[in-house]
């Protein structure tokens, strides 16, 4: 097949004439159209096209085609010091939950023992002064409880003195009896 090249390709001087085409090609969806300057009509310059992407060649045994995806990156490794301080993030954070758990009941239980400390020291002033009042209410009742274990001494030395007969030893030994335990006794009870 005979081919025109458009007058811009053309290499002859500027006087060859073009010579139309005779046959429009097979792929053309275009009909002949009579022209009336006498040229024939020009072909399309062809669109530029993008260069072919690049493939992975193919492995010797498969078959011919070709990937035109790139290979997915490689998942990203942990490092197994982000793993160990993960792990001691973790530690560290339970071991201040515990402490701060054992502080608190610690100081909860020092303030009940404060507490309790508190109320004994009250209970035991009190304590104090009832036994301070009641010292004083024992010395209070010392002097009459000694009076009357003195009365009751010389009550009993005048009854054996009464009950002896009179004018004899038995009659004077009762009698320096009561006079022993009654001495301080008789002249305020006028005998």
């Known amino acids: 097949m005979a081919y ?39 072909s399309p310059l062809p ?5 072919p992407p690049q493939s ?31 792990i001691g993030m973790v530690v560290g954070l339970a071991a201040a939950a515990v402490s701060v758990a054992l502080w608190l009941s610690a100081s909860g239980d ?11 020291d009250d209970q035991i002033s009190q304590l104090e002064e009832d036994l301070a009042a009641a010292q004083a ?3 209070e009742l010392e002097g009459p409880a000694a009076d009357a274990e003195a009365l009751q ?4 030395e005048l009854n054996a003195y009464y009950l002896t007969e009179a004018g004899s030893a038995e009659e004077t030994e ?9 001495g301080g006794l008789l002249p305020s009870l006028g005998i």
Request: net charge negative.
């Open 56 to 86: 992975i060649p193919a492995q010797p045994g498969y078959g011919t085609q070709t990937f035109l995806q790139p290979p997915p990156p490689p998942a990203p490794r942990k490092s197994p010091a982000v793993v160990l301080l993960a």
């Open 110 to 120: 020092l303030d009940d023992a404060e507490a309790r400390l508190s109320d004994r």
């Open 47 to 51: 669109a530029p096209t993008a260069p």
């Open 4 to 42: 025109n090249p458009p007058p811009h390709y053309n290499l002859g001087g500027p006087s060859d004439p073009q010579q139309p085409q005779s046959v429009p090609p097979a792929y053309s969806p275009l009909q002949p159209q009579p022209y009336d300057s006498g040229y024939a009509p020009q």
């Open 153 to 156: 001494a010389c009550i009993d």
């Open 174 to 182: 009762a009698y320096t009896a009561v006079e022993s335990s009654c």
């Open 137 to 139: 209410q024992v010395s």
